[in-house]
């Protein structure tokens, strides 16, 4: 009987303490939720979307036909100017082989007809029988049927060898850096064909190359944040890539020219990136570029959930002397869309409540 007694008292108190607990819960699931205002920094910002390129790409191509014999670099490799990239080997088709030839010969043949011709010329000219003017004729078309001649031969020796000096201007199957850069590309083995660049004609790239240590990001921006944009703004960078790098840059152009993509309108932008110690840039990384349009720091902040916007003004929830919420106006300044600037009407550490309705609305 007296184990019944104290099993009883035993299952009293426990009931006792788990009420008490309960009721201690259900009183901290009523309390108002409040956050309090603290001090803080508040950045806006615009948000554009792109990648990291060179500045500057060049696409290097031949001015001389043929086959690609011979490649002296990969990608990856730094290249300083003049350095030897690949060998094209002359290829000419047999008509072109015979044509070139042809051409010579007849240049040739028309040059000993104007030789001859001057020579007779002269000798006339010598015994008074032509004019200075006619002399001069006669010697002016000697020496162009000399050039086309030896065009024609820098021609044929070009097509047999790869190189020849055309005009004055060395002509090599040797392809050399334009400028010092890295290699990004290489578009042509060695066996492939290579059609030359002409005036009339884009030709193959071989290989495209840049510098990179000048790198700049371009991207789009929306026409909503657009006018809020200045040339000369900070920009921070976040890099796919290398998502805990700190890359910086400054904005340096705003396309004057709206476009469309996917029913929205965007606006190119550039940016400069600072050089940065330890991160290692890569051409075509994609990056989102934050451009710091307005700052404010130090300042008193709140959630800027807490805070509702009517009929022209910015109201809080606090709680009153009867415990019961009441609403309070304050000033408002920037805001970056999670938190907001309090320039007014609250000071440090004041609570505010949340603002979905408290348990204290209910009452």
Known sequence: MKRWIIVASILVVAAGTLAVVRRGQAKAEMA????????????????A???VVPEQEIAVKSQVPGIVSRMYVAVGDLVREGDPLCEIR???TPTERAEAQRN???????????????????QLFNEGLLADKDLDTSRQAFDNAQL???????????????RANLEGKEVSNRIVAPATGTILTLDVHPGD??????SYQAGT??????DMSSLIFRGTVDEVDVGKLATGLPVRFTVGAIPQAGVTGTLRRISPKARKQDSATLFDIEAEIAPSTGNVL??????????????????LVLPERVVKFADGKATVRIAGKDGKPVSKDVTTGLSDGLTIEIKDGLALNDAVLEADKSPLDRK
């Open 90 to 92: 002359p290829h000419p």
């Open 49 to 51: 979307i792109g990648n």
């Open 104 to 122: 010579l010969q007849m240049a040739q043949v028309d040059e000993a007809a104007a030789a001859k011709k001057l020579e007779r010329d002269q």
């Open 32 to 47: 108002p939720q409040t956050v309090l205002v603290t001090r803080g920094n508040v950045v806006q910002e615009a948000l």
């Open 282 to 299: 890569r051409a075509g990384y994609s990056a989102n570029a934050r451009v710091v349009i307005a700052q404010a720091d130090s300042v």
């Open 148 to 162: 086309r001649a030896k065009l024609e031969a820098e021609k044929l020796q070009l097509l047999r060898d790869g």
């Open 193 to 198: 064909s290579v059609v030359p660049l002409t």
């Open 205 to 210: 790239a071989l290989l495209t190359m840049a």
